[in-house]
């Protein structure tokens, strides 16, 4: 798709539909709508009273101006009332906007930012129309050799802006975010592909791939030298597949030299069957998804180094299958971590924290100033909080503060849970120093303990993406499926450090 701002008024722009999104219960059309009604011979208003289109949240209307007017058809969304506007509403609506422009096959939309007074930057509202567009368009049909489903893909997304002082800082703001979106879309590809076309060996590749043309660095490490290094607790979780596992570092020094490093893990289960703790079979093609966490530090790093942001960044993904075989890890048995702790098996399918457990070790060697791990973990977080939010724990209150804040502006919201260390007695071994799985009680919270004894006392975060990483029934400017939740999280939680001059 491709973006661009033209100087102008919207009314007067040819387009073959323009979005035009309105406040609910306002009498007096404001911004670009009151030239749009204008233009149209009274069209928008006349839809407003004759009470067919109030402006609540993500109403649409849609409008068929007659010649001259070179808009061919206007789209009204509603945002709901002023006060209450947020990016996430915003967001919203232009998703709803562009998915029903894209079902009425029209190749184009237009927008305008101008809604009337309100206190957003140029960048803010830039960014938000722009992902609600592109996100919410979003489709994963590479596996459609026949009928796709309906609706020409949308060419273009045009804002057109009558000041010219503003152009400049939206036309930056759309490069950001055309970034950012291509981003989140590689990590949706990352997780809507099948396991058996995803592998870890595919997903290092993915890594490699996406490190092209920038400043980002991959290694890839293998099972001999995971055997070497001592990373036996990845090596168990991957005994029981054909497929071998993959350790994969990204580096992207894009701070000062010698400054503070930040590293991101992400969870890279490519399929979890439960391994000989199997899962039911309900649900169970679901588990291409447990790749998820690493697929959104992938897709971050891709984006800082793209955007050129002032940190310095690693990311580590851990990357393995979870099946039974005859060479699979056992309930029972002991394995001896990097860390040099001893983890007795409990459930196989408790795998994700086992294969973390080495990728956190293996983050000290970065003595980083914040390490933030990405996974979908635990079912009991879906239990607990749905997947309206990611579950978050950690060690380091100013970390966590920061996170809640990125959650809020990027509408990935983060909700704490307590690791208070009363839950470490539940996951402490009988035979070996630890257990792998703390029961059903608590069980997001007990995860995150046995996580803990892993972090070196380094500043860190355990975000919980379960419940959001893949949707049953789509919502907002996320289609059903694969969401991509995590890269922009990850990406403001940067970006906020970076403009608090913490980044570098
Ligand atoms: N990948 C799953 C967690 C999961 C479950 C994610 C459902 C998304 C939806 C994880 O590896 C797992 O199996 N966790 C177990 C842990 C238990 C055995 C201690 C769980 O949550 O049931
Ligand atoms: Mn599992
Ligand atoms: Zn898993």
Not at 197 to 209: G, I, S, V, W
Not at 240 to 254: D, K, Q, T
Request: charged fraction near 25%; charge should be positive; proline fraction near 4%.
């Amino acid at each position: 798709m491709k973006l661009s701002v033209k100087q102008g008024d919207l009314f007067r722009s040819a387009s073959e539909a323009a979005v035009v999104a309105l406040f609910e219960d306002e009498e007096i059309l404001q911004g670009a709508a009151a030239g749009v009604d204008r233009e149209s011979g009274g069209l928008l208003g006349e839809v407003l009273n004759r009470g067919d289109f109030s402006g609540q949240v993500n109403q649409t209307s849609l409008i068929y101006p007659r010649r001259p007017c070179p808009l061919k058809r206007v789209i009204a969304v509603g945002l709901g009332k002023r006060s209450e506007i947020t990016p996430e509403r915003i967001r919203g609506a232009f998703a709803r906007a562009a998915r029903q422009i894209r079902s009425l096959n029209a190749g184009e939309i237009s927008a305008s930012l101008d809604f009337g007074n309100l206190a957003l930057s140029p960048e803010v509202l830039t960014e938000a129309v722009v992902e609600g567009v592109r996100l919410g368009l979003y489709r994963f049909e590479s596996f459609k050799t026949g009928k796709r489903d309906p609706g020409r893909e949308i060419a273009s997304l045009s804002i057109v802006e009558a000041d010219a002082a503003s152009l400049r800082r939206i036309r930056a703001a759309m490069k950001t975010s055309k970034v950012i979106t291509d981003s989140v879309c590689l990590a949706r590809d990352l997780v809507s592909m099948p396991a058996n076309e995803m592998t870890p060996r595919d997903l290092a590749n993915e890594a490699r791939k996406s490190a092209r043309g920038t400043k980002l660095r991959c290694r890839v490490v293998g099972p001999a030298a995971m055997r070497k290094l001592g990373m036996k607790a990845l090596l168990a979780v991957a005994a029981g597949s054909a497929e071998p596992p993959r350790f994969i570092i990204l580096e992207y020094r894009g701070g000062e030299k010698g400054g503070p490093v930040i590293v991101f893990v992400g969870k890279g289960l490519t399929f979890d069957s439960g391994g000989i703790s199997l899962k039911p079979a309900e649900k169970m093609e679901r588990m291409k998804d447990d790749m998820a966490g690493g697929a959104a530090v992938i897709a971050a790093l891709r984006a800082a180094a793209r955007l050129f942001l002032p940190v310095n960044l690693v990311g580590l993904v851990p990357a393995a299958e979870n099946l039974p075989g005859g060479k699979a890890y056992r309930p029972g048995d002991i394995v001896r971590s990097l860390s040099g702790q001893t983890i007795e098996i409990v459930t196989t399918d408790a795998e994700g924290r086992l294969i973390l457990a080495d990728a956190l070790t293996y983050a000290g060697r970065f003595k980083p100033a914040a390490i933030i791990d990405l996974a979908t973990l635990t079912g009991a977080c879906v239990v607990a909080l749905g997947d309206h939010v990611i579950g978050m724990l950690g060690n380091d209150d100013g970390l966590k503060r920061q996170l809640r804040e990125a959650g809020d502006l990027s509408g990935e919201r983060v909700w704490e849970l307590p690791l208070w260390e009363e839950y470490d007695e539940l996951i402490r071994g009988e035979a070996a120093d630890l257990k792998n799985s703390g029961g059903r009680a608590g069980g997001a919270i007990t995860a995150a303990a046995f996580l803990s004894q892993f972090t070196g006392g380094y500043p860190w975060v355990h975000l919980d993406i379960a419940g959001p990483a893949w949707l049953a029934k789509e919502k907002s400017y996320i289609p059903k499926g694969a969401s991509g939740v995590g890269v922009r999280l990850l990406l403001q939680f940067i970006r906020s450090r970076c403009a608090q001059g913490k980044g570098d």
